[in-house]
């Protein structure tokens, strides 16, 4: 379901019940961009589209009907402070959340447990939606572990405030590199790198050259809200948007265990390099 596909609301409520971890995830990706956002529901999913009000980088964030235990109702479009509802519900110590949206009032009632909370939603027309993106051919597209992933942001963090990702085929290796100049000229010039060879990458569909570079202020927020030791698929070109799509509301124990009922897809604006 699109975000233009639920724009009339039902006098009749909708309500939901999910373990509580899967919402967290799902509020955890939003949060990394916005501070807002529009949740559409109906009987296939949970989708929220959102863009950060710099145009740099847009999230979408999905639960799947398999993520319910228990739904009903008519289909649902609501906003939220997202930063709110994600603190609430890491606050509580639960196994399961019962979200539940009254139209009429555009009340989201939260209960879980012995907490209950009431929060006035928003319209979800003033709320930015993420723009339609093309489908890019990129030439890069291998998977890395969330934790390589975020430990080599947060060391770049300490000394730059732009990072070049790519792959070199044939080197056959992925990389991380920064030229941080403090001073003028060539004086004051801080490098870094960061390198991973091709057998030390997850699956790797596509292996083409790529070179791009990136805000670490963005990436670093980004890479935060991934869960750790989590499979990401880095999908990249050269001077091309990456694209970071990860699966949530993983199912840890049962005979279920590691099935994933949604997806979190990031993409991030590079910088253009000058020669």
Same mark, same amino acid.
């Given at each position: 379901?699109?975000?233009?596909?639920?724009?009339?609301?039902s006098?009749?409520?909708?309500?939901?019940?999910?373990?509580?971890?899967?919402?967290?995830?799902?509020?955890?990706?939003?949060?990394?961009?916005?501070?807002e956002a529009?949740?559409?529901?109906? *009987?296939?999913?949970?989708?929220?589209?959102?863009?950060?009000p710099?145009?740099?980088?847009?999230?979408?964030?999905e639960?799947?009907?398999?993520a319910?235990?228990?739904?009903?109702?008519?289909e649902?479009?609501?906003?939220?402070d997202?930063?709110?509802?994600?603190?609430?519900?890491?606050?509580?110590?639960?196994?399961?959340?019962?979200?539940?949206y009254?139209?009429?009032?555009?009340?989201l009632?939260?209960?879980?447990?012995?907490?209950?909370?009431?929060?006035a939603?928003?319209?979800?027309?003033t709320?930015?939606?993420?723009? *339609?993106i093309?489908?890019?051919?990129?030439?890069f597209?291998?998977t890395l572990?969330?934790?390589?992933?975020r430990?080599a942001?947060?060391?770049?963090?300490?000394?730059?405030?732009h990072v070049?990702?790519?792959y070199?085929?044939?080197e056959?290796?992925?990389?991380?590199?920064?030229?941080?100049r403090?001073g003028?000229?060539?004086?004051?010039?801080?490098?870094?790198?960061?390198e991973?060879?091709?057998?030390?990458l997850?699956?790797?569909?596509?292996?083409?050259?790529?070179?791009?570079q990136?805000?670490?202020?963005?990436?670093r927020?980004?890479?935060?809200?991934?869960?750790e030791d989590?499979p990401?698929?880095?999908?990249?070109?050269?001077q091309?948007p990456?694209?970071?799509?990860y699966?949530?509301?993983?199912?840890?124990?049962?005979?279920?265990?590691g099935f994933?009922?949604?997806?979190?897809t990031?993409?991030?604006?590079p910088?253009?390099?000058?020669?």
């Amino acid at each position: 379901m699109s975000a233009d596909t639920t724009n009339n609301e039902s006098d009749g409520e909708t309500e939901l019940r999910l373990p509580r971890y899967h919402l967290q995830e799902y509020l955890d990706a939003t949060n990394a961009l916005v501070d807002e956002a529009a949740v559409y529901a109906n *009987d296939d999913r949970l989708v929220t589209r959102a863009v950060d009000p710099a145009n740099v980088a847009m999230v979408r964030a999905e639960l799947s009907s398999s993520a319910f235990s228990e739904r009903d109702g008519p289909e649902a479009a609501f906003g939220i402070d997202t930063r709110t509802i994600g603190n609430l519900v890491d606050g509580i110590d639960s196994a399961f959340l019962d979200p539940n949206y009254e139209p009429n009032t555009r009340k989201l009632k939260l209960a879980s447990g012995p907490y209950r909370y009431t929060h006035a939603a928003h319209d979800p027309e003033t709320i930015r939606n993420e723009p *339609d993106i093309p489908d890019l051919d990129l030439s890069f597209k291998a998977t890395l572990n969330s934790d390589q992933l975020r430990e080599a942001v947060a060391w770049f963090d300490e000394f730059t405030t732009h990072v070049r990702v790519g792959y070199s085929p044939d080197e056959g290796t992925f990389w991380m590199r920064a030229d941080e100049r403090r001073g003028t000229g060539d004086i004051g010039t801080d490098d870094g790198a960061f390198e991973l060879d091709r057998g030390e990458l997850g699956y790797i569909d596509k292996s083409g050259y790529a070179d791009s570079q990136f805000s670490i202020d963005y990436f670093r927020d980004i890479v935060n809200a991934i869960p750790e030791d989590r499979p990401v698929t880095v999908i990249m070109g050269e001077q091309f948007p990456m694209k970071l799509t990860y699966e949530i509301g993983w199912e840890e124990t049962g005979p279920n265990e590691g099935f994933a009922h949604g997806e979190v897809t990031f993409f991030q604006a590079p910088r253009i390099q000058s020669d």
